[in-house]
């Protein structure tokens, strides 16, 4: 996937540069960029290793098992079947939960074992609709503490790193429930 | 308020754990150290996909792309500038966050563009990413709806990105 992406980057860079007939520049580009690259890595890492640490804390403080526990309620709703399997439902509360406090590390596992138990349980060799919402809501971003983005923007001098926080939560309410209404109506439509 | 809310945080999380009698700052320094790590597997991506991207940017390839790539971005109510943004977002993470942080760089970080910007990194995912990893997991083929359900909320995040950043930012 990257390497087509690298590919087709070099090609539409080299034949821009030719087209617009600029100074020959990309070469030149292609060192600049890479040390922009090694500045943006160095200039969140500070802030990305302390939200590291945070991370960690709230794992070991039982916090992604209370906010489970919080969310089951209303995730029993939306995925009604996974719900009466207390397995999956447990995986499945675990990893928007992950999601939700921003700990990638732990939603990961916990999603792919999520997928392979719901895939278990529709035995067909499609993907059940719960199956699909799912995947669509890990698609969609739910996190609470934007930790990298505000990493960049710290990294970058702003005078409140963490400003976008109202921005972000709504953006994201609306795309999550964007997300849903849309599984919810495609998976009406091919119903019938 | 808004001020409050992550040094809250920290403190709320820290006096839980403190409740369980585990050792803070251990977790803390540890943590840091998957932190390392992290950046360690993101640094390389983020070299290498910059590289490309400045390329790609330096080239004029935005400009000459602009005709095809404004109406995306009017559509949706955002500044032109993000148009680079808009393509990398779903694609890869590294490259998203250079192209972000270039983006905040150039027209201020505190300005609607640099921060539409921002909004736009944390509102969303890697799609693609993700998708191909859980149909991987599932070991399915077809993934009927949702490739369109998951676009969908992308581009309504991106959009409200930018609705959201002029209502609390004016």
Redesign the interface.
Known sequence: ??SA??II??I??????L??G?PY??G???????A???E??L???GA???????????E????LSRLAALLRPVLGRLFPVSACDETCFSLLCGNLSANLLGLG?AA?PL??RT??R??QHSGS???SDE??L???L????L?L??S???A??A??????A???????W???A??????VL??RF??AV?RR | MIEFVIPLMLLAVSAAALHRKLDVFTLLTEGAQDGVRLLASVAPTLIILMTAVTMLQRSGFFSLAAPVLAPACHLLGLPEELAPLLLIRPVSASAALGVGAELMRVYGVDSRIGRTAAVMLACSETTFYAMSVYLGAAGVRRSRYIFPAALLADLTGYAMAGISVRLFFG
């Open positions: 996937m990257l992406l690298w980057f070099l539409c860079a080299l034949a821009s540069d087209i617009s600029a520049c990309v030149t580009a292609a060192l600049a960029g890479a922009r690259g090694a943006i890595a200039s969140i890492s990305l290793c302390l939200w590291s640490g945070v991370n960690r804390v709230m070991q403080a039982g916090l590390n990961t999603g792919i997928v392979q719901m895939q060799a499609g993907i199956l699909c799912f995947i669509v890990n698609t969609a971003s996190q503490i934007p990298t983005a505000a960049v923007r990294g970058l001098g702003a005078v409140n963490f400003d976008i926080l109202p921005a972000v709504l953006s994201s609306c795309s999550v429930l964007a997300g849309a599984a495609f998976a091919t």
